[in-house]
């Protein structure tokens, strides 16, 4: 395989003749004789579709055919699998219980409606970013090694032989304007923020996050911190990794998803436990025997709860809910009564349909 990008004198698309030619003059090997194969162009791609479902509500776009993201920042792919991850429950769900009719089939529009609410606004994000690290490279990365589009190629040349050069006097100022630069770039090779950090604010019903500045994961001018990742169990962000125990089993919070259900994560067995559901599965962190065991300690300083609080999480690792507090003795029967009607409101799932309750 031979790759190239074109030069100011190359066709705007290579034929085979162009093509030979152009490996011909790289290689420099008299005689050499090539069998082409297959001539593909590659072009650089910052789109976002219009729309992620169709008019219709039966088709969803995902992946690169809901967005083409430059490769700087390598965010192309983890935004398609966040496309997957975000909509394939969201299908699971509404084709188990809905699929009589296509009138019971649209009761589970207003939930299909949120893939392209929650995931649109992150690839026009992602793709934006990604196009400026690509810009950047040619705007401060090239001007930092002496490099420019107009200049002659045998002084830009001259420059890059500079750079590499520790000897050449002229090469230690743009050795250090390249440190300097790199900061700028950081943005491209190192955004745990972009890559985690996201998170989907139409879930803050109740504003906590915008409060907080999403618990510090927004900068004070309202823009993703994206060189940090921030973790927190706000509503729309990750569940936060934790490493719990249960006799010789260790897992992270995150191995306890459930691909049809909402897990519960609670550190009393009461009232909590009585919530699992046909919607819910609830896992207890006290410490006991057949119970997990936060090994860390780090329960309440990443997920911001009381020792009696619970935090709800979606099957895509996403926080629906949580309370910082346990629910007081006196709202426990009505609370039992109406939780499977908070988790349909917060799911966005038609009201009114059984559901049956399990004793852990």
């Known amino acids: 395989m031979f790759a190239c990008a074109r030069s100011l004198d190359d066709p705007h698309k290579f034929g085979e003749e162009d093509m030979l030619r152009r490996i011909r003059e790289t290689l420099k090997i008299p005689g050499l004789k090539i069998e082409l194969l297959s001539v593909s162009h590659w072009y650089v791609n910052s789109v976002v579709a219009e729309r992620f479902r169709s008019r219709g509500g039966r088709v969803f776009l995902v992946g690169d055919a809901a967005h083409r993201i430059p490769p700087w920042g390598a965010l192309g792919l983890n935004t398609g699998l966040q496309d997957v991850q975000n909509l394939v429950w969201k299908l699971a769900m509404a084709l188990k219980t809905g699929r009589s009719t296509p009138e019971k089939q649209r009761e589970y529009d207003a939930l299909l409606d949120t893939y392209e609410e929650e995931c649109r606004s992150i690839a026009l994000r992602v793709a934006h970013s990604s196009l400026s690290n690509l810009r950047n490279h040619a705007l401060v990365m090239d001007r930092a090694l002496g490099i420019y589009p107009d200049a002659p190629p045998e002084e830009n040349i001259k420059s890059l032989a500079a750079f590499l050069d520790k000897t050449d006097p002229k090469g230690d100022k743009l050795r250090e304007a390249v440190h300097r630069t790199q900061a700028i770039l950081d943005t491209e090779f190192h955004a745990p923020g972009a890559k985690i950090g996201w998170f989907y604010p139409s879930l803050d019903l109740d ?46 919070t995150r191995d306890l998803l459930v691909k049809d259900k909402c897990v519960l994560f609670a550190r009393t067995k009461e009232p909590w436990s009585k919530l699992s559901s046909d919607l819910v599965h609830v896992e207890i962190i006290d410490g006991a025997k057949e119970n997990w065991e936060d090994v860390d300690g780090k329960w309440g300083e990443l997920c911001d709860v009381s020792s009696n609080g619970a935090v709800l999480v979606r099957p895509d690792g996403i926080v629906l809910w949580k309370s910082k507090e346990q629910i007081p003795l006196s709202m426990k029967s009505e609370f039992l009564n109406t939780f499977d009607t908070l988790v349909r409101r917060l799911l966005k799932l038609p009201q009114g349909m059984k559901t049956g309750r399990s004793n852990l």
Request: hydrophobic letters at 25%; charged letters at 25%.
């Open 207 to 252: 504003g906590e996050g915008a409060r907080t500045r999403h618990g510090g994961q927004l900068k004070e001018d309202g823009e993703l911190d994206v060189t940090a990742y921030h973790p927190s169990a706000l509503p729309g962000h990750h569940l936060p990794h934790m490493w719990l125990q249960k006799g010789e089993r260790r897992a992270s």
